[in-house]
Nanobody, 125 residues
Framework: QEQLVESGGGLVQAGGSLSLSCSDPGRTFSNYAMGWFRQAPGKEREVVAAITMHSTSTYYTDSVKGRFTLSRENTKNTLTLQMNSLNPEDTAVYYC??????????????????WGQGTQVTVSS
């Protein structure tokens, strides 16, 4: 199954920053709704941030508003999640996802049919 390519996870101290990137040179990202999800141990996968097709709207879950920024670079087919002021509650495996079928609901994982392999983000206190 084709997967999106993610990079940028790692270990950082509380208050630090990380940038996650997602790419697929074979696809035109601007045609898709895309998002970053995360799953912490023992918890369900949740949406972190998502952007609609053609970047008309961006969603952030409440816990990351003002700290995380989602951006899409169409010329490079890259989706980036800049994460600042990280705290231990942000520790999780982060997944990039794309919805190749048009959708108005960018916050539900079932709407996405392409996924990355996941990248670990660990924030130490």
């Amino acid at each position: 199954q084709e997967q999106l390519v993610e990079s940028g996870g790692g270990l950082v101290q509380a208050g630090g920053s990380l940038s996650l990137s997602c790419s697929d040179p074979g696809r035109t990202f601007s045609n898709y709704a895309m998002g970053w999800f995360r799953q912490a141990p023992g918890k369900e996968r949740e949406v972190v941030a998502a952007i609609t097709m053609h970047s008309t709207s961006t969603y952030y879950t409440d816990s990351v508003k003002g700290r995380f920024t989602l951006s899409r670079e169409n010329t490079k087919n890259t989706l980036t999640l800049q994460m600042n002021s990280l705290n231990p509650e942000d520790t999780a495996v982060y997944y990039c996802a794309a919805a190749t079928t048009p959708t108005c609901d960018t916050t539900t994982s079932a709407e996405y049919d392409l996924w990355g392999q996941g990248t670990q983000v660990t924030v130490s206190s």
